[in-house]
């Protein structure tokens, strides 16, 4: 059950809900635009969402109209910023707020980029986690830490530097802190102070960080010269105009620009139309189905077992998008990308980076995967794929053995749809059966292509692009042992 945003506050009455317009989202939408990924659009676009309802609090509130409110889309200072951090930092009377908004179904924690917090000029008294519900159009302030708490309480991630605290050690009352900025003397904790950054070394920098990505470059230096380039406003604003300026020329040079000139796409629901009937599972399904660890299969369905690892490497999106940037080794993308699967739900960056990756990686294997995982994470997504696999067990024919037909199907720019057909032994034996045909018809049903297993081959394939609307029929075939199943596109 959905609740409005009138319930939440009755039933809620000591947490702080606002309102969020379709309006104001609309508005924000349209003044977070010059950034260089989407990532970093959205970033700015909830960071916006949050201050304005935050803004709007405050000023109808008589005892907290110090603050000092700034217009962030008309300010190149703030827009530097979210480029590459999430976060904004906000003045109330002699004190600093650093509010943290998150996209999630349910706020678990608060995660503070280690940049709020390592940074002396940076560093803040408060934090205020913010859940967003666009869905819903509210904004949940949940509690606020304090810098000392981070500090000395917090756990730091390295992967991803930051400082994160559980809800449950966080003030829920927001009245406390009113209180206390007026009261109470700043909670600091002593911050280190970072080491000379020459400009000659930060002009080498820059440029390489300037390079276009899919999501912040904040971790492809060590945190301590990414603190001092940072820091820096002058640094800081040439590196986010150099982004910029290097999107722009390459949105302007590439054939096709992955963001709005993209043509309709394949439609997935339209696609999982074909795998209704019993038999059809997803990878991760029929993973616990085999029960097996065979390399070949378990790669050709994207396979990594690192499933089991997952719950505790919590938030390592980011050392993962970081691995898949510098890392040229398909075999460890590729369990990389898996795992963003696993993992990557409601990241906008691992979004970002599959859509990327799923139209320019060199590997096709790469961009393949990429657009399957995509379609895990985010289904809606023009560029998401699907894979499915169905066990079929010819009987006596391949002498008591059974094999995979794995399919996958990856919406391409021109309209069209990418069909992959592999035919991999199952559980029982390493190699399939020689002879074992896979064929495909088209509409007249006529052989439109074929492949032959030989005496050792691990896997057959077959691949071709179909038009929206086209159909055609895929048979695998033994002596006279048969399935066939049509498909439309």
Not at 193 to 220: C, F, T
Not at 414 to 421: F, M
Not at 457 to 477: C, H, M, P, R, Y
Request: hydrophobic share 40%; proline share 5%; charged share 25%.
């Amino acid at each position: 059950m959905t609740l409005k945003l009138e319930q939440l506050i009755t039933i809620y009455p000591n947490e702080l809900y606002l309102e969020v317009s379709p309006q104001q989202r609309e508005e924000a939408w349209l003044k977070t635009q010059n950034y260089s990924n989407q990532a970093a659009r959205w970033h700015a676009y909830l960071n916006l969402l949050a201050l304005k309802a935050l803004v709007n609090y405050i000023q109808e509130e008589p005892d907290l109209r110090e603050l000092h409110d700034v217009d962030p889309s008309t300010d190149s200072w703030v827009s530097s910023i979210w480029e590459f951090v999430n976060g904004t930092a906000i003045k109330l009377g002699n004190r600093q707020l650093v509010i943290i908004p998150e996209e999630v179904s349910v706020c678990s924690e608060l995660c503070v980029p280690q940049e709020w917090v390592d940074i002396a000029e940076w560093a803040a008294d408060y934090y205020l986690g913010i859940e967003v519900n666009l869905e819903n159009g509210w904004l949940r302030i949940y509690g606020y830490a304090t810098h000392k708490q981070l500090k000395e309480q917090g756990k730091y991630q390295p992967m991803e530097r930051t400082y994160s605290l559980k809800e449950d050690d966080l003030i829920a009352d927001l009245n406390v802190m009113w209180v206390a900025q007026k009261l109470c003397a700043a909670e600091q904790a002593e911050i280190a102070p970072l080491p000379n950054l020459s400009p000659a070394q930060a002009e080498k920098i820059i440029p390489q960080l300037a390079k276009p990505s899919a999501y912040s470059p904040r971790l492809d230096l060590a945190f301590e010269q990414w603190a001092m380039l940072l820091v820096n406003e002058q640094w800081r604003q040439k590196l986010y105009q150099l982004r910029l300026e290097e999107t722009q020329v390459l949105a302007s040079t590439a054939p096709i620009d992955v963001g709005s000139r993209l043509k309709p796409l394949a439609n997935l629901g339209k696609l999982l139309q074909n795998f209704l009937e019993d038999g059809w599972h997803t990878v991760e399904e029929i993973r616990k189905q085999l029960d097996t660890e065979e390399p070949q299969l378990a790669y050709g369905l994207g396979g990594t077992r690192f499933q089991e690892d997952s719950p505790n490497i919590p938030k390592a999106v980011p050392a993962l998008l970081e691995l898949l940037q510098t890392n040229q080794d398909p075999e460890t993308c590729f369990k990389a990308i898996d795992l963003l699967g696993e993992i990557g739900q409601g990241s906008k960056e691992a979004i970002a980076t599959l859509g990327e990756l799923a139209h320019t990686s060199k590997e096709q294997e790469l961009r393949r995967q990429a657009a399957v995982v995509l379609g895990k994470i985010e289904p809606n997504n023009p560029q998401a794929g699907v894979r499915r696999v169905k066990i079929i067990d010819l009987g006596m024919q391949l002498e008591g053995s059974r094999v995979a037909l794995v399919i996958t199907l990856i919406p391409e720019v021109n309209g069209e749809t990418n069909v992959q057909l592999r035919v991999y032994p199952a559980r029982e034996r390493n190699y399939l059966p020689p002879k074992v045909q896979l064929i495909v018809l088209n509409e007249q049903g006529e052989t439109f292509l074929e492949a032959h297993s030989r005496s050792a081959d691990n896997w057959i394939q077959l691949e071709f692009n179909g038009e929206s609307a086209d159909s055609f029929t895929v048979k695998l075939v033994l002596r006279e042992a048969c399935f066939t199943k049509e498909f439309v596109l």
